[in-house]
């Protein structure tokens, strides 16, 4: 190893090249994959900070302890009850219906990572509200003033209140997306009930383990039905649920997008990084064929030279594999403490996050390993044997 690491440090200029090249690799590859597989985590989460394993939505509302009734008996580790209410929303500009959902201290906590704002801050009071920017982008501005109306459920009587724009919500979890967020004293006013519920969200199975998904599936479904029945007994009516299984199930073909993304990346890089490596080996390698020559006349054989220059790449793709993970966990770092958001569609969307598996860094090692082997040997292995051709020429001469 000492001949390869010496060439390393007498050729430094040629080695930093390398070391750049080979660093900037890991990191595009470490971006790659861990966008790549943090997609599906990312919507995963989000689905179950917003919506849990379970959710479902009742036909009216009812009073907490008649819910109680029904979730009580089932232990579960944590039931949820949530208003979010259709209604209508007015000013000079716009005259719409509206998707009202209250922001209580729990769910503010819950959400916390997912909401974005794009201008402004979080209501605070009950007579301020924040409004969706992917409906009113350009109709509503902070500062404006308007009126959210919904029927009361037990008078059944329209209750219309006056509220100032405090900010403009881009993103706030699956739940908040298209709706006007409003404090919950400002929900007890509008609806004029402080202790009746429309929504009830359920958090009790916890797996990202594919092996697992089906048991929870199982128990989820057997969970589901279970409650409907209860609910029928006493005659209340869930228009929809929602779960988790049947989010991963319906968001499959987002895993197969990126998955597929990530393999064209991995063939795009291939060849072109392969390319700039060859170029970089050739010209290194033509400059150092008199050193090559000195190598042969010394009694070296041509296998030994190339196995010393191989290692001279490989020692200095290890430096720069170790070098790019470290920037890519320091950029990951960065990046996620700063909440840098990404959004690809109204339902792909969310801050942008880093996953990498254990195997995934394997991966990217391998890559290295397969662009010098495949690139770079045989340029080396071409110059290395004609350079004793060039030495008889000479020796002719």
Request: overall charge positive.
């Amino acid at each position: 190893m000492k001949i390869p690491l010496r060439n390393i440090f007498k050729h430094k200029w040629t080695s930093f090249i390398m070391l750049v090249l080979f660093t900037l690799t890991t990191v595009a590859l470490f971006w790659s994959m861990g966008i790549s597989r943090s997609i599906s985590l990312i919507q995963y989460h989000m689905f179950r900070d917003s919506k849990g394993d379970i959710t479902f939505y009742l036909n009216k509302f009812h009073q907490k302890s008649s819910l109680d009734e029904v979730f009580k008996p089932y232990q579960l580790e944590k039931v949820v009850y949530e208003r979010q209410i259709s209604g209508f929303v007015d000013n000079e500009k716009i005259s719409d219906s509206a998707n009202i959902f209250e922001l209580t201290p729990e769910n503010r906590v819950r959400l916390k990572k997912w909401f974005y704002l794009s201008e402004g801050r979080l209501p605070s009071a009950a007579d301020e509200v924040v409004v969706p920017e992917i409906i009113y982008r350009k109709t509503i501005k902070v500062g404006d003033a308007l009126y959210l109306s919904a029927y009361t459920p037990r008078e059944k009587i329209l209750n219309t209140l006056h509220y100032r724009v405090v900010g403009i919500m881009k993103m706030a979890g699956l739940k908040g997306m298209s709706s006007f967020l409003i404090t919950e004293d400002s929900m007890n006013q509008l609806i004029n009930d402080s202790n009746s519920y429309n929504a009830v969200t359920i958090y009790d199975f916890v797996t990202e383990n594919r092996l697992m998904e089906q048991e929870m599936k199982n128990k989820i479904e057997s969970l589901a039905t279970n409650i409907l029945k209860d609910f029928k007994k006493k005659e209340f009516q869930s228009h929809w649920q929602e779960s988790i299984i049947m989010f991963k199930s319906n968001n499959k073909f987002i895993d197969q997008i990126f998955s597929g993304i990530n393999i064209l990346a991995i063939l795009l890089f291939f060849p072109l990084i392969g390319a700039i490596l060859a170029v970089t080996i050739r010209m290194l390698a033509i400059k150092r064929t008199g050193e090559f020559a000195t190598y042969i006349a010394l009694g070296f054989r041509s296998f030994k030279i190339i196995k010393y220059f191989v290692w001279e790449i490989i020692m200095i793709a290890l430096a720069g594999y170790g070098l790019g993970i470290i920037l890519g966990i320091l950029s990951k770092i960065i990046v996620e403490y700063n909440r840098i958001y990404i959004n690809f569609s109204n339902f792909v969307s969310g801050p942008i996050m880093i996953h990498l598996y254990f195997i995934d860094y394997f991966y990217i090692l391998l890559f290295m390993l397969a662009l010098i082997i495949v690139w770079t040997v045989p340029i080396i292995k071409g110059i290395v044997s004609r350079v004793p051709a060039r030495i008889l020429r000479g020796q002719d001469q």
